[in-house]
């Protein structure tokens, strides 16, 4: 006859090694999500004598919202993963560049309990995959300081560049507000001037980026154009609606031979011309993309800054009643708009839509304003 208390031993004593080994694997797989996640380094990099890169691509990826999309065959795309891939080809492309990716994704969970890290890093050298981190969104005062800790970590020192380039892609940048940007953090906003302070932190080694690509709709506006023009020389930006992964990276990869000579703004225009060919080719809403010289269109900016902000202003006093009433435009469509320099600085590339209430308008001054809202026609949507 057995022993019923040997019995609950062994039993026991087999219930706390089942415990134990499943807390065991729970802890490697929650370690594997740590914020210490090992920095997957090139073995002897600094021994082998890796080349200094020249270039430097500092791209930022929102991913944190709706980012899925249908293309005209009915295909299911996810615009953020999509422009990950596209910045992971130019950092692979790139044999005398630099690379930080920075993609900011949702916020999830693991067994719906234990968080899971919402940032990823990948850093580039040379065309070949340096580091590759996990980090926090939500740990730091500013919406940016995991961004700019690890930048300032892995940036070459005392390296004169022949041409950096930053890269944001996401939903359209709020001038005001900007409550609900992010989808796992609804109550913290996200403005111009949130992506202008880490700007302010990225520079601080050297004076500008030659070259700033924002891969949103409506950045076109004096308002963005003057809070990021302290710094970069050059805008690449659209005026109007532009999907997320609209913009072609292509031109982006070897910069060593479309990049080589210096020349950033015949290389901004290159870059527009390629996109704005590429959009015309895909969609049937406005195409607009534009290079703004920032120093060209000081002039323009200084002149409007009065009339613009005031216009801010009324929209913030107004709350969200005013998006029901208020409509982005053509600045050249209001007449305090209308002055010598308007067009000063700028390039513009312009197709109307195929259809709707502006199917007719043949030309955009390259700037995007605010108007009252018509309510005899229906707006236009993007391809989003």
């Not at 065309?127 to 980090?135: D, F, S, T, V």
């Not at 950033?264 to 049937?284: G, N, P, Y």
């Amino acid at each position: 006859m057995r022993d019923p208390c040997r019995r609950s031993a062994r039993d026991a004593s087999f219930s706390r090694l089942l415990v134990s080994l499943c807390y065991a694997a729970l802890t490697a797989l929650l370690a594997s999500c740590s914020a210490n996640l090992p920095v997957q380094r090139e073995a002897q990099q600094a021994e082998d004598g890796v080349l200094p890169a020249p270039f430097m691509i500092v791209c930022v990826i929102h991913g944190d919202g709706d980012y899925l999309y249908h293309d005209t065959n009915g295909i299911e795309h996810k615009a953020d993963e999509e422009a990950l891939a596209g910045a992971q080809s130019i950092a692979r492309h790139n044999p005398q560049a630099e690379v930080f990716i920075f993609h900011r994704r949702p916020r999830e969970h693991f067994l719906f309990v234990f968080p899971r890290h919402d940032g990823e890093f990948y850093y580039y050298r040379n065309g070949r995959l340096i580091a590759n981190e996990l980090y926090w969104r939500d740990q730091e005062h500013s919406p940016f300081d995991p961004e700019v800790e690890l930048y300032r970590r892995f940036r070459e020192d005392n390296q004169r560049k022949m041409a950096s380039i930053f890269l944001y892609c996401g939903h359209e940048i709020p001038e005001f507000g900007g409550v609900g940007y992010d989808a796992s953090y609804p109550d913290r906003p996200f403005t111009i001037q949130d992506l202008a302070d880490p700007l302010r932190a990225f520079t601080r080694d050297s004076a500008r980026f030659d070259l700033m690509l924002l891969s949103t709709c409506f950045g076109g506006t004096p308002h963005t154009i003057g809070a990021l023009g302290s710094f970069a020389r050059y805008i690449i930006a659209s005026p109007d609606n532009l999907h997320l992964s609209y913009f072609d990276f292509q031109p982006l990869e070897r910069l060593d031979l479309s990049l080589g000579d210096g020349d950033v703004h015949a290389f901004a225009k290159r870059f527009a011309r390629r996109s704005f060919d590429r959009l015309t080719r895909e969609i049937q809403t406005a195409v607009s993309v534009s290079v703004y010289d920032v120093d060209r269109v000081q002039g323009f900016l200084r002149s409007v800054q009065g009339t613009y902000e005031q216009t801010l202003s009324t929209l913030k006093e107004q709350g969200e009643a005013s998006m029901s009433t208020m409509e982005h435009c053509d600045c050249a469509d209001l007449p305090a708009y209308v002055m010598p320099t308007l067009n000063e600085g700028i390039e513009v590339f312009y197709r109307p839509a195929r259809f709707g209430r502006s199917k007719h308008k043949q030309a955009h001054s390259g700037w995007e304003c605010w108007r009252q809202a018509s309510t005899t026609a229906p707006k236009e949507t993007d391809q989003r």
